[in-house]
């Protein structure tokens, strides 16, 4: 077990006997890192994998080596034994400024359209119009104009700007409710990229009936869908069209799991406490990039921004040439502990009843990551990616994916039905 763990399942609410149940096999490193990535994501698929399995004494285990896979589930994804490419647009990376250095994302065409209008060029004429700015000028420009930016910053610039980090994870009753009766959970998922995703894909893979919403104006990058729709239902539902659909949905639900920014989706509804005062007895969990506080809070961001922002991209490499994790671990262990709260949360809904939420986001996770001790991982050996994938026939071609990571009374996670289908679902429980 890493040294990691009692700490963060303490502050998911979990049984401290509880942990004595949990393996750890493999190297003590498989992703390469100045920070200690392996551990962190040992500590939150861990603690996925103990909360699923909360209260039955069953042994759980996690292998390093097919941790190490899993964290990058999207880099060896293949479809029809070829990959897909590389999901990030050329707009997504480091860009030199007059004064620093900036990183975009643009791999939704909308992001990359508001951080054109505002440089006021092509993207081939990107670069050379980003290095005449400033990078401060440049990333609030963006973000006024609905794009993403971030200006890399040490750490102390970051917490000197910003402020203390968000906890890692924050949980709390919303209210009295009655205890709702054991069932197969479902899982109302209004999430994307990656961590909201990974949350629901966790569920699913423990058992969980799953139905995810998206905006039929906001078609999915298709590697984001292949990667983290197994096991899901996906509909397309125009959330302010369709408000009844929705209440009925929501009144179906066990747990509902949002993955937007604070306040996008308040217009329909969606915020805990309205959630807890129309559907009591939900357990409702909310992940968002930069948390609910702070000057930042109402932005967009994803992984890569938030590793630019906080300082991450300077310590995994220098000013010249700033650096990444591994894989985005922030977005991955995010998720599996989204997925870990969910879980302890609705056993408590169903022992003692009330109105559950777990909140967290990746500056959560990032500030957790800095605050831990750091020691380099050097000569990480490399990870023969095959005995952790596995391949799965879907409608856009046979789909080899990263397998669920761990073990459940020895016995492996495998990827339930259906398989992942964009879009195809009808905005409905089932039976």
Not at 51 to 58: E, F, I, N, Q, Y
Not at 198 to 207: E, M, N, P, Q
Not at 403 to 413: F, M, N
Request: contains cysteine; hydrophobic residues 45%; glycine residues 10%.
């Amino acid at each position: 077990m890493t040294d990691l763990l009692p700490a963060v399942w303490d502050a998911l609410g979990g049984a401290p006997a509880e942990l004595r149940r949990l393996t750890v096999t493999g190297p003590p490193a498989t992703l390469a890192s100045a920070f200690p990535v392996t551990d962190a994501g040992v500590t939150a698929v861990g603690a996925s994998l103990l909360a699923a399995t909360a209260g039955t004494d069953t042994p759980v285990a996690v292998d390093t080596r097919q941790l190490a896979i899993a964290l990058r589930s999207e880099r060896h994804l293949l479809r029809d034994g070829r990959s897909p490419g590389n999901p990030f647009d050329p707009l997504s990376a480091f860009h030199r400024t007059a004064d620093g250095t900036i990183r975009l994302h643009a791999n939704y065409p909308w992001h990359g359209a508001a951080a054109l209008r505002v440089l006021e060029c092509t993207e081939q004429e990107a670069p050379a119009a980003i290095a005449e700015q400033r990078a401060r000028e440049l990333e609030t420009a963006v973000h006024e104009a609905g794009g993403i930016a971030a200006a890399v910053r040490t750490e102390e610039q970051w917490r000197a700007e910003a402020g203390p980090p968000p906890p890692l994870v924050e949980v709390r009753e919303l209210g009295a409710a009655p205890a709702r009766p054991v069932r197969r959970p479902r899982v109302l998922d209004l999430t994307r990229v990656i961590a909201g995703p990974v949350a629901t894909r966790t569920l699913a893979a423990h058992g969980a009936d799953v139905l995810r919403l998206d905006a039929p104006d906001r078609p999915e990058i298709p590697l984001q869908y292949w990667d983290m729709l197994p096991g899901k239902r996906s509909a397309l539902l125009d959330l302010a069209a369709h408000r009844d659909t929705l209440e009925d949905l929501l009144a179906g639900s066990d747990v509902v799991v949002t993955g937007y920014r604070p306040g996008a989706l308040d217009r329909f509804g969606l915020t805990p406490e309205a959630l807890a005062e129309r559907h009591p007895g939900l357990v409702v969990v909310t992940l968002s990039a930069w948390g609910h506080r702070g000057p930042w809070g109402a932005r967009r961001g994803f992984d890569s921004i938030v590793q630019a922002a906080s300082g991450i991209a300077l310590t995994e490499g220098t000013p010249e040439a700033p650096g990444a994790l591994p894989a985005q671990v922030l977005d991955h262990a995010t998720g599996y502990l989204g997925a870990a709260g969910a879980l302890l949360a609705l056993a408590r809904q169903r022992r003692d009843g009330g109105t559950h939420h777990a909140r967290l986001s990746l500056l959560g996770t990032a500030g957790w990551l800095q605050s831990v001790s750091r020691t380099a991982a050097d000569d990480v050996p490399d990870v023969d990616p095959a005995p952790y994938l596995t391949d799965i026939s879907a409608p856009d071609g046979l789909l080899t994916l990263a397998t669920p990571p761990g073990t459940v009374g020895a016995r492996a996670l495998t990827w339930p039905e259906p398989a992942p289908a964009f879009g195809v679902a009808e905005p409905r429980w089932a039976g």
